[in-house]
């Protein structure tokens, strides 16, 4: 089937298109709205601002395809591959991506608010300026990926692997980060304010200028973490591990260190809990 078949079969009303074989196809614009997909190969294919509202492409093959400003609001893509797909600037609110491919994909400007991408796999992903406001990414694998300023704001990332991302200028504000990875993550002027990150592994991450004010982080490994010039007014910080942590000119006031452990941690002109600072 090529392109103009699938378009004509579903002028005429069909919808059903399973383990369609549109490899490379050119559909740029068009509107498949509540089509079945499942299964179909459309890698390399075109499909930059096409309507895709709702439509079933579950374990479709999407890879290296073009859906630039394309509109997938609804879309079902669990165990879909989109890796190296362009998807930026792409509409991708209360879709379903559940343990999808998306290694290397460009979500820059993308909005995946409410959106569903537990256990996916977004190694390298590109979601710069994202928009991911109450997406689920629970137990999802961001390993280096590049999400400066986006907008994660209520979004759960429980479990989920952040190793070496970046995420400068983000905004985390009353996310759920328990448990979850972020070695060597910058963080710096992010916003986790409100945030539940107990238990999370922040070994080397820095924190710089982050807004850490009322942030839920007991248990959690902060061992030579960089947090410079960090609020963290009222944050939970018992049983933390912050040894060798940089904390100069942080400001601790109101902050719950009990049975943290500050071993050799640098604080510097710090603001403790008490408000004195520190020398």
């Known amino acids: 089937m090529d392109g103009a078949e699938l378009l004509k079969r579903y002028a005429a009303g069909e919808r059903d298109f399973p383990e369609a074989n549109l490899e490379g196809v050119s559909m740029a614009g068009v509107n498949l709205s509540q089509a079945n997909l499942r299964r179909a190969n459309l890698s390399q294919s075109c499909l930059k601002g096409a309507i895709l509202k709702g439509v079933n492409l579950r374990e479709a093959n999407l890879s290296g395809a073009n859906l630039q400003g394309s509109y997938l609001c609804e879309a079902n893509l669990i165990v879909s591959n989109l890796s190296q797909a362009n998807l930026a600037k792409a509409n ?34 590109n979601l710069s300026q994202a928009k991911l406001i109450s997406t689920s990414l629970n137990r999802a694998k961001l390993s280096q990926a590049l999400l400066d300023g986006a907008i994660l704001e209520g979004a759960s990332l429980n479990n989920s692997i952040l190793i070496e991302a970046n995420l400068i200028g983000a905004n985390l504000s009353h996310t759920l980060l328990s448990g979850a990875n972020l ?18 592994t922040m070994r080397n991450t820095i924190l710089t200028d982050a807004n850490l004010r009322g942030a839920r982080m007991s248990w959690t490994i902060l061992h030579g973490a960089n947090l410079t010039k960090a609020n963290l007014y009222r944050a939970n910080l018992c049983w933390s591990n912050l040894t060798e942590a940089i904390l100069i000119e942080a400001v601790l006031i109101d902050a719950n260190l009990n049975q943290a452990n500050l071993r050799e941690a640098k604080l510097t002109k710090a603001i403790m809990p008490s408000g004195s600072q520190h020398q």
Request: glycine share 6%; net charge positive.
């Open 183 to 200: 070695t060597k993550a910058n963080l710096n002027q992010a916003d986790l304010s409100g945030a539940i990150a107990s238990g999370c």
């Open 92 to 125: 991708l609110s209360n879709a379903n991506l559940r343990s999808s491919r998306l290694i290397g994909v460009n979500l820059s400007k993308a909005n995946l608010s409410e959106a569903i991408l537990s256990e996916a796999i977004l190694q390298n992903a």
